[in-house]
DNA sequence: GATAAATAGTACCAAAATAGTCCACATTCA
DNA sequence: TGAATGTGGACTATTTTGGTACTATTTATC
């Protein structure tokens, strides 16, 4: 449930990828080749990080991209609004006519909140701590939560 | 960003309308009556939520459905899994094979942190509390938070 | 028992979204 | 000047989703 596409997927492990040296700048290239990713798609999700300011670019020969601000001041929230682009939940934002319903409509106003919360959610997982090696703060036994980690 | 189905989100209007009344019996026919959708469409989401025991379903003339249990102890998290299905907010579950690489994959196992975040918001929330009437909690200037309905 | 009204299950099709690729152009370093 | 690199946009193929249709099964009622 709940789908982030897999662009977006990638988008954080290029994020992560440039914030382990953020000095270092790193071509499109670089990132690709390191990642084992196609240059193609490495390039685009690239374009649309720094269209919505979280890379910084520099072009030409010897070019490439670093990070646009502290990994710690980068939310998941950001990478994922900045590659999914600003879709809610609910798609019946504009086109309330479909929906003339009483009972409906109170349902939609509410989706407001589960927005808000996990908008929320995500706001508070930085890049930084995404970077950080997974902390085996729990071990399950195997098979206990089958869907442990799905949504 | 965040993508649900309209399915899911007709789903939650569904489940709605039967909180209402919870111990009437409504058939899909009334509901998609009522609730201005197709028959086909609203059947289909019925035998969702039957199959993950959040209805219960009466054969025959006469028959229909009702909530398997209380608004109360129904939440959206629950909704939004039997008609979305268990799909993680990464595909990268079960094929290892194609991240190969270290940074890459503690990205991944750190997805599992905001999986959780986000399932847990959606837990708190329940359909009782879908079902009430929006109230006006605050009202923000409007433009203060251009994308507020968004994720 | 016969009949009508429902759900149950499954398969299918069309449309939309997504992933992924390619190319022509602009910029910068050496 | 030339090679390397980002920029922008268009394009195609694949996958997912939404929506529909059909048949079987169950049950209330007459």
């Given at each position: 449930?709940?789908?982030?596409g897999k662009l977006?997927d990638y988008g954080?492990v290029v994020?992560?990828y440039?914030?382990?040296?953020?000095?270092?700048?790193?071509s499109a290239n670089d990132i690709a080749a390191e990642l084992g990713l196609a240059l193609p798609t490495v390039s685009k999700i690239l374009k649309a990080?720094?269209?919505?300011?979280?890379?910084?670019?520099?072009?030409?020969?010897?070019?490439?991209?670093?990070?646009?601000?502290?990994?710690?001041?980068?939310?998941?929230?950001?990478?994922?609004?900045?590659?999914?682009?600003?879709?809610?939940?609910?798609?019946?934002?504009?086109?309330?006519?479909?929906?003339?319903?009483?009972?409906?409509?109170?349902?939609?106003?509410?989706?407001?909140?589960?927005?808000?919360?996990?908008?929320?959610?995500?706001?508070?997982?930085?890049?930084?701590?995404?970077?950080?090696?997974?902390?085996?703060?729990?071990?399950?036994?195997?098979?206990?939560?089958?869907?442990?980690?799905?949504?």
């Open positions: 449930m709940l789908r982030v977006t954080t994020m992560t440039l914030a382990r040296e953020p000095e270092q700048m790193r990080l720094l269209h919505h300011g979280l890379l910084v670019s520099h072009r030409g020969a010897k070019g490439g991209y670093t990070l646009a601000a502290p990994a710690e001041a980068i939310s998941v929230a950001q990478i994922i609004a900045a590659i999914e682009g600003p879709i809610a939940l609910t798609e019946c934002s504009d086109t309330e006519g479909s929906c003339n319903q009483e009972t409906g409509c109170s349902v939609r106003g509410n989706w407001q909140r589960i927005n808000r919360a996990v908008r929320e959610a995500l706001e508070n997982v930085s890049l930084a701590e995404l970077a950080r090696p997974v902390q085996p703060i729990r071990f399950m036994t195997p098979g206990a939560l089958p869907s442990a980690g799905s949504l």
